[in-house]
Structure formats: C-alpha cells, structure tokens
C-alpha cells in the first residue's frame, strides 16, 4: 500500500470532546474512514501514514461515516501521533 491508497482509505481525524478524551484515558485515537474499508486495511493505511503500528481497532457506522476507533500500545504514543496530526 502506498501513501495515495492510505490517504483515500483514512479520511481525517474525528476530533470531539469524547474523542480528545480517548487520547488520554484510553490511548485511542478517532477517524473517519472509507464505508468499505476493513479493519486490516485501516491498520496498514495508519502504518503507511503515521509510522505506527495499532494494537486494536473498533469500527462504527454513524451518521457521519464509518468510524474507526485505533488503539495504540500506550498514552504517550497515541498523544503524540494526535500532536502530530492537529487533534492536540
């Protein structure tokens, strides 16, 4: 996958007060994504894009989109990656 295929797959961070909250309580950070992504393609595009490798991922279907909820392995990591994306 290259960086043109993951930027179509992730679509922006979804950034509210509870999704801010997730970066710090949870290390989890929100994104809207493609309706027909699934979970190992957001993984790969999150790898591509951000250099960093999820622990788990969760998806919703809103009225917004498809959400996907991206675990990393601890609270520094998903705080900085949220830094480095404009989410802090």
Known sequence: M???EASHIILK???????FA???NESRICFL?????????I?????VLYNEKPVGINVSRTVYGKKAFVKFE???KARDL????GML
Do not use: G
């Open 2 to 4: 290259n960086i043109q």
């Open 22 to 24: 997730l970066v710090e």
């Open 43 to 47: 993984a790969e595009a999150i790898k």
């Open 33 to 41: 994504v493609r309706e027909n992504t699934t979970k190992p393609k």
């Open 82 to 85: 949220a830094t480095k994306i």
């Open 13 to 19: 961070p979804y950034v509210t007060e509870r999704t």
């Open 74 to 76: 601890t609270i520094e």
